[in-house]
């Protein structure tokens, strides 16, 4: 495929695979709710692991930070994935819901960085609208997760999805912000080079 073809294609193959998942989950959940309780946690974990094995090929080829973030957090997935395993019984249709708005939210940002990677252009002002979509998708998941069941917690399961799903977030907005303030940062440095591109001939004019 050309599309996968070129520099960062072993990111953007990632951001497809994420963002094709996600699909899979939406058309699923409404054709059989059990199905999509059933499948969901080895759609998601076949994708983390393909990310592990690209991070371990491409080691060198991979930005810093996208290596940094996808190993801290796959990481700390698996490790989720095997409490999930254990703790989610029962899985009950409120959790199916959450879970499918919660990983759903992701979406916004896959796009945006596929979009980026493949060479088009990606604005502050669009980096920052998908942020916030982002950050407020998780809010509403929660939010009605927690309207459907009656702000009462009936089983463990229950309190070990919304837990993992704020652990989860504090990651993502902690690597988030991060990768925020250098990229601001940078693009003031390269604003100011554009602005003054000769400060030194400047100074020797001004004396």
Not at 55 to 69: E, N, V
Not at 181 to 187: I, M, P, Q, S
Request: proline share 2%.
């Amino acid at each position: 495929m050309s599309i996968l073809k070129g520099k960062h294609r072993a990111e953007r193959s990632h951001y497809l695979l994420s963002i094709i998942s996600v699909v899979c989950y939406i058309a699923l959940f409404p054709l059989n709710s059990e199905l999509f309780r059933h499948y969901w946690m080895q759609i998601l974990l076949g994708l983390y692991l393909y990310d592990l094995c690209i991070i371990a090929r491409d080691w060198r080829q991979l930005k810093p930070s996208y290596r940094t973030f996808y190993s801290v957090h796959h990481g700390v997935s698996l490790g989720l994935f095997v409490i999930w395993h254990l703790s989610f019984v029962p899985f009950t249709d409120a959790m199916a819901i959450g879970a499918l708005l919660w990983v759903s939210s992701d979406v916004w940002r896959w796009a945006e960085q596929f979009w980026r990677l493949s060479g088009k252009h990606s604005s502050n002002k669009l980096r920052d609208g998908v942020y916030y979509l982002e950050r407020g998708h998780r809010v509403f998941a929660y939010a009605l997760f927690l309207w459907i069941l009656d702000f009462e917690f009936k089983y463990m399961s229950e309190i070990v999805l919304i837990s993992s799903g704020i652990l989860m977030d504090i990651i993502d907005t902690y690597f988030q912000q991060q990768a925020r303030r250098v990229h601001r940062l940078k693009h003031s440095i390269t604003k100011g080079i554009h602005t003054n591109p000769h400060p030194q001939n400047n100074k020797k004019k001004a004396a």
